[in-house]
């Protein structure tokens, strides 16, 4: 099973940016990838998605402003996220989905000051 490990996040004034990169422990060609974040007394909400092949989807809420993407050599994931707001603050993990399995990082925190 695949272990994950998030960095990257960090506090940031409204309208900046934060690229989010998620360590994979051995190969992820064979996981779906998808980044989630959960809020202070809120569920965890997935935010974006990436298929094995590559195809991305993303909340409404972050469409435009947030990318989601991939390097399989480098068994990484990343999220770069501009434009960000307050409502963004959250505790973001690291998602991986196989067949088989589904593995979570610890996360990191995100904060967006106004």
């Known amino acids: 099973q695949v272990q994950l490990v998030e960095s990257g996040g960090g506090l940031v004034q409204a309208g900046g940016s934060l690229r989010l990169s998620c360590a994979a422990s051995k190969s992820i060609r064979q996981y779906a990838m998808n980044w989630y974040r959960q809020a202070p007394g809120k569920q965890r909400d997935l935010v974006a998605s990436i298929s094995r092949g590559g195809s991305t989807n993303y909340v409404d809420s972050v469409k435009g402003r947030f990318t989601i993407s991939r390097e399989n050599a480098e068994n990484t994931v990343y999220l770069q996220m501009n434009s960000l707001k307050p409502e963004d603050t959250a505790v973001y993990y690291c998602?991986?989905?196989?067949?088989?399995?589904?593995?979570w990082g610890q996360g990191t925190q995100v904060t967006v000051s106004s």
């Open positions: 998602n991986a989905v196989s067949s088989f399995y589904t593995s």
